[in-house]
Antibody, heavy 123, light 111 residues
């Protein structure tokens, strides 16, 4: 069964950093890029960025550049997203998702999602 | 603030047809980038519903269909069912932002 399993909920103080992990199973970790998407309480989805687990290459949304770092550890097949200088606006559920390329249409989409990790920023 | 706009809510009776619009611009949908749609039942992770503008992944009922034209896209749900109550998001790529973008989201209510 293809799935992404994320780490548990976190509570952080303003100014701190948080690292969320995402561990795929049921497929080869290095074959598909991992995207990160967040959702603040009662709000919509917001794209954070992606990492290519094979090369380690990354692309971050402009809004988060300088504050987000995505890494991976191929020895344990795990991807990470670290967000620094947290504020209350960063309180959200953070999702990792696999990007799948559909050869029949030449398009790609986020086909498998993790269960989400709630990050709460509060003093 | 999202660069792709959706109506906040749509509703319909069981069995009816509803449509959700996704209005973009020349840097995303209008630039030829594909649109995907996701369904999110509150409290759960989003699920892929439509990819490449019009295609359904395996397991998605054919009651769901997508279309795209110019700078907008639409999702149609025919034969509305109670289980279709959820939030729906369009998603594309934006060349100005050099990344993925999501629509503002639409809550579908089955009356």
């Amino acid at each position: 069964q293809v799935q992404l399993v994320q780490s548990g909920a976190e509570v952080k103080k303003p100014g701190a950093s948080v690292r969320v992990s995402c561990k795929p199973s049921g497929y080869s970790f290095t074959d598909y890029s991992i995207h990160w998407v967040r959702q603040a309480p009662g709000q919509g989805l917001e794209w954070v960025g992606w990492i290519n687990p094979n090369s380690g290459g990354t692309n971050y949304a402009q809004k988060f550049q300088g504050r987000v770092t995505m890494t991976r550890d191929t020895s344990i097949n795990t991807a990470y997203m670290e967000l620094s200088r947290l504020t209350s606006d960063d309180t959200a559920v953070y999702y990792c998702a696999r990007i799948l390329f559909y050869y029949d249409t030449g398009s790609d989409a986020l086909d498998i999602w993790g269960q989400g990790t709630l990050v709460t920023v509060s003093s | 603030q999202s660069v792709m706009t959706q109506p906040p809510s749509v509703s319909g009776a069981p069995g009816q047809r509803v449509t959700i619009s996704c209005t973009g611009s020349g840097s995303n949908i209008g630039a030829g980038y594909d649109v995907n749609w996701y369904q999110q039942v509150p409290g759960t992770a989003p699920q892929l519903l439509i990819y490449g503008n019009t295609n359904r992944p395996s397991g998605v009922p054919d009651r769901f269909s997508g279309s795209k034209s110019a700078t907008s896209a639409s999702l149609a749900i025919t034969g509305l069912q109670a289980e279709d109550e959820a939030d729906y998001y369009c998603q594309s790529y934006d060349s100005g932002l050099s990344g993925f973008v999501f629509g503002t989201g639409t809550r579908v209510t089955v009356l």
